[in-house]
């Protein structure tokens, strides 16, 4: 824990309960959700992760051995993870079905979440249905985080109406969206509410589907898989749940440890947000303009520049008397702006020109360590993409 010892000497925490504090922290942080996606082949599963997490699952190229060996995918996200597992799909044979039904049974209780896709043109569930009904509903009645993930429904009729230009279906199209979920809903007998429409592709709804599923996961979980979608994909309202859960862990935990039955004082009180805000500031606060184009650049998370960029967040920026607005801001407006960047066809040409007009400048200055001249860099180089890509 890079630095929290610096923390932890600054608000005065006792040496008897560093090494207690560090390993509950390295306990909750270490964590690692899993995701069951369940579908048919070709549904979408590996675009719909990709989209939602940045990577996509490995093609299942044994059936045979996969009945056995559902396929794991850990994704290593910033030092962070979370485990994908790919679950065969059903309606190959019966006895192949037998198969799955067992594995499927003794997979779900392992899940922190899980999600089945479904082609929208589809036009026949009955397999999934049975496989629901039979198998998954059960675990559901239990308390199991479970959606429906109507994948592409960009080729829903009539498909030559999805406007293109800002990736969304047009009217008859939403129409009839709305029809194939009143169907899914009837057909599985669950609620709408737990039918999400999206299209992978055209990463249509994608922020809504990460809402659905973060807002059903208890505090603990909201943090693990929160963290692990793409920023773009979270909410104003997902983020402040995320973070909401993370302080129910530090009062929950950290407290429990620091003062032992006794009432927190204030003192107390500060040094666990402290704490909080440290854990919570490096595992979400990044830079998501700069790591958008450093990875467009193919430059790891964990990069010279984007180090840099960091520090000079963390150490300067902060303590300036308008820095924790400006980051505020930044936090707030940065993951629209990439996600509306990620939608323009020269997505591409648009980061390597923000890495030559503005980032690289902006790393020079930090380097001579004229912090002002990068401050007010940066503040402009947001505030010009916002009116470009977010008219604001």
């Not at 239990?142 to 969304?168: M, S, T």
């Not at 047009?170 to 009837?186: P, R, T, Y």
């Not at 003062?259 to 003192?267: S, Y």
């Amino acid at each position: 824990m890079h630095n929290v010892n610096e923390l932890f000497d600054r608000i005065g925490v006792p040496e008897e309960k560093r090494t207690l504090i560090k390993e509950k922290l390295n306990e909750k942080l270490s964590y690692k959700p899993k995701i069951g996606i369940f579908g048919k082949t070709g549904v979408g599963k590996s675009s719909l992760c990709n989209a939602l997490f940045g990577q996509e699952l490995c093609e299942i190229s044994d059936v045979k051995a996969c009945t056995r060996n559902p396929q794991e995918v850990f994704l290593n996200l910033g030092g962070k993870g979370m485990t994908l597992l790919d679950v065969p799909g059903v309606g190959e044979s019966q006895e192949r079905d037998d198969e799955y039904g067992k594995l499927y049974a003794s997979l779900l209780p392992e899940l922190d979440l899980a999600l089945w896709v479904l082609k929208a043109d589809d036009r026949a569930f009955s397999s999934d249905e049975l496989f629901y009904k039979n198998i998954v509903k059960p675990h559901i009645d239990e308390g199991k985080p479970f959606f429906f993930v109507l994948n592409q429904v960009d080729k829903i009729e009539p498909f030559r109406e999805w406007n293109e230009a800002e990736h969304r279906p047009g009217v008859n199209q939403f129409s009839n969206i709305d029809k194939k979920i009143e169907a899914v809903s009837l057909s599985f007998d669950c609620p709408k509410n737990w039918i999400v429409p999206v299209s992978a592709n055209e990463k249509y709804n994608l922020a809504v589907l990460v809402d659905t599923f973060i807002f059903a996961l208890p505090p603990e979980q909201k943090f693990t898989v929160g963290r692990n979608v793409k920023a773009e994909n979270i909410s104003t309202e997902a983020r402040e749940a995320i973070e909401e859960s993370w302080w129910d862990i530090i009062k929950t935990g950290i407290g429990e440890i620091w003062e032992a039955g006794k009432d927190l004082v204030d003192t107390v009180k500060e040094g666990i947000t402290a704490v909080g805000e440290w854990i919570w500031d490096n595992t979400f606060g990044r830079c998501f303009i700069t790591t958008a184009t450093c990875e467009t650049l193919g430059k790891p998370d964990d990069c010279y520049e984007l180090n840099l960029f960091r520090e000079f967040r963390d150490n300067w920026l902060k303590e300036q008397h308008d820095g924790k607005e400006l980051i505020k801001e930044y936090y707030e407006v940065a993951p629209q702006i990439v996600s509306s960047i990620n939608r323009q066809i020269e997505r591409k040409r648009i980061y390597c020109d923000i890495w030559e007009e503005y980032l690289c400048d902006c790393l020079a200055m930090i380097e001579n360590g004229d912090y002002q001249a990068c401050k007010e860099k940066y503040t402009g180089m947001v505030r010009n993409l916002g009116r470009q890509y977010l008219k604001v």
